[in-house]
């Protein structure tokens, strides 16, 4: 039986108010504040990391060891991505213009990702988490989510999905190039606010990226560079991302179930110690995120002991597991409703 089956749970009576009660637990422990120095102090470490990364980068030169700076750059794109997601939740600064600005800074200059295509789309997941019809997170070709994703399939879109639980990791290499392209077509298809800063800037990125690469190194390597940096990139990013929801209960369009329920049920925490923290940027405490996104990133263990302790009050089901395990959830929900894909005849 799937994880989805075995979690399923429906709202106890009375539940509005629930939340209210845990918002003021929250604001009194004073978890809401901003950290303003926590964040200046981690923006200049990764910073520094980042410039001083290329700077080995130009010294180096055409060299194959290069590949190794690679893996590093992929390790802090992902962090610098993860100053981005914390910028477009306003965790890091009082101001909304200081959010945006370190946003677009961070994802679209530094590693060509679309800030305000990015949160709107997290937006909507963050309104509906693993809610079919409503969360753009479980509608992502050629995986499927629900048996109902899968049962009509055929050919081969059927074929792939039934082996979904194999070939998901080796699918994330490719997740990097997804994320730039639906940026760019976001820019030029859609309406968005501040979207020629947004164009300047993601063509600023790619410019002085690809200069970089091609002028530093030789044709060939450039591109076995290029392939291993945005391929690792999106495996870091996936794996970050995807043990927070995947296998957890998904929601049938239109459920009545209210917003702390919603939040708590549908999300999973990834247990672990400060390096966790660090790797994971904070979204191993996705219950605590979910029911609080602008709650600063410092503040998510100490919230975590406290929501916690409200969920058992209340007979809500706290998911809570190792990042091992999680993936291994994830995987067997992608396998079990891969065998819900047609077969041939």
């Not at 194959?64 to 981005?84: D, E, I, K, P, R």
């Not at 044709?219 to 929801?245: E, R, T």
């Amino acid at each position: 039986m799937s994880s989805q089956q075995t979690r399923t749970a429906g709202p106890p009576p009375r539940v509005g108010s629930q939340y209210a009660q845990l918002s003021r637990r929250v604001k009194q422990a004073g978890l809401l504040d901003r950290h303003v120095a926590h964040y200046a102090v981690r923006i200049g470490i990764v910073g520094f990391a980042f410039a001083a990364t290329w700077t080995a980068f130009v010294i180096i030169g055409p060299s194959w060891w290069q590949l190794l700076t690679a893996v590093v750059l992929a390790v802090l794109f992902t962090q610098v991505g993860f100053l981005g997601h914390d910028a477009g939740h306003r965790q890091s600064f009082r101001s909304g213009r200081a959010n945006d600005l370190l946003g677009l800074l961070h994802a679209n200059l530094l590693i060509g990702l679309s800030f305000g295509w990015w949160i709107e789309k997290h937006n909507r997941h963050h309104a509906n988490p693993n809610t079919e019809g409503a969360d753009p997170d479980i509608v992502v070709a050629p995986l499927a989510f629900t048996a109902g994703q899968a049962r009509p399939l055929r050919g081969l879109r059927a074929a792939f999905v039934r082996r979904q639980g194999y070939l998901f990791f080796p699918l994330l290499t490719l997740e990097a190039l997804s994320l730039h392209a639906n940026s760019v077509a976001a820019v030029f298809g859609h309406r968005m606010k501040r979207r020629p800063a947004e164009g300047v800037l993601l063509g600023l990125h790619a410019a002085l990226y690809l200069a970089a690469v091609f002028l530093v190194l030789s044709p060939l390597q450039g591109i076995l560079f290029v392939a291993v940096h945005q391929a690792l990139f999106g495996v870091y990013l996936g794996s970050a991302f995807a043990p927070n929801h995947k296998g957890m209960p998904i929601l049938p369009a239109g459920n009545t179930l209210d917003f702390f329920h919603r939040q708590v049920l549908t999300s999973r925490n990834v247990r672990g110690n400060a390096f966790t923290d660090v790797a994971l940027g904070g979204l191993n405490y996705q219950i605590e995120h979910h029911l609080f996104p602008s709650m600063p990133r410092p503040n998510l263990r100490r919230a975590q002991v406290l929501i916690r302790q409200f969920c058992h009050e209340h007979g809500v089901e706290y998911s809570e597991t190792t990042l091992w395990l999680s993936w291994r959830e994830v995987l067997r929900h992608l396998d079990t409703v891969g065998g819900s894909a047609a077969h041939p005849a």
